[in-house]
């Protein structure tokens, strides 16, 4: 059985404070989650001692958002899997449409972010997605099977979970329709050599939307943005209810 795994990407959100807050109410809303579903936090660096501090013996997985992939060096602004696993962290999002979009990342670079996160035990959240313009041309698929074939090589497909997440439908509140989403996570699995590979949506997943994107068969999971702000909704978005 394939694991499933709902992980919050708080992007540039959130003092340590704030974290703390957000702990507070959301620790007592998953009480009552079934075990087998995976539950993240994938946060800015400095939220990261708080976490460490106080999920200790909790369920929550702790991730980041990012991961050089040298573990020192004159690297300005970058981190490395070594600092990231000080504080128990232990997954992290590569290739975010945002880090490919504003920040030059290519795949390349995120080809080595995940082999670095994988040398580091951290479980890799590898993102790929297509831009409106590409999926009104009906580039989706070659999009995707062009960054899978880049992103992948040398990574071992075992310890990985892949996150598709459509650009246009990231913070605009516009999801993909759950049964597209389906067909494109069947397709990225087709092109794997693991088929178990948790495959995840993200693109404004909702507490009004979780159910009917996780009543689809290839939807392993989600990732979410906005929604994993506020302790409540996260809180909806994990317990969601199947069909
Ligand atoms: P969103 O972001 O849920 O706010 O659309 C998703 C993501 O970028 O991972």
Request: hydrophobic residues 35%.
């Amino acid at each position: 059985m394939r694991n499933i795994i709902i992980a919050g990407n708080w992007k540039m959100h959130k003092t340590q404070s704030e974290a703390l807050e957000f702990l507070q109410g959301f620790l007592h809303e998953i009480d009552e989650t079934p075990d087998h579903r995976e539950i993240v936090l994938c946060v800015p660096f400095t939220a990261l001692p708080v976490l460490s501090k106080n999920l200790h013996g909790s369920r929550i997985k702790i991730g980041a958002q990012n991961i050089h992939w040298e573990d020192s060096g004159a690297y300005t602004g970058e981190i490395s899997g070594t600092m990231l696993s000080e504080f128990g962290t232990r997954y992290t999002v590569v290739g975010h449409s945002e880090r490919r979009q504003y920040f030059g990342e290519t795949d390349e670079t995120v080809n080595l972010r995940l082999k670095a996160a994988q040398q580091h035990n951290l479980m890799p959240i590898l993102c790929v997605g297509e831009t409106k313009e590409q999926r009104d041309a009906g580039e989706t698929e070659n999009i995707i099977k062009g960054q899978l074939e880049k992103d992948l090589v040398d990574v071992d497909q075992s310890r990985l979970v892949i996150a598709y997440e459509p650009i246009w439908a990231i913070g605009t509140g516009e999801t993909c329709e759950s049964g597209e989403a389906n067909r494109v996570i069947g397709m990225i699995r087709s092109q794997l050599k693991n088929a178990d590979v948790p495959i995840q949506y993200g693109g404004s997943v909702k507490p009004g939307n979780i159910d009917e994107i996780m009543a689809q068969p290839e939807i392993d999971g989600a990732l979410v943005g906005g929604a994993s702000l506020a302790s409540s909704d996260f809180a909806r978005i994990v317990n969601y209810q199947p069909f």
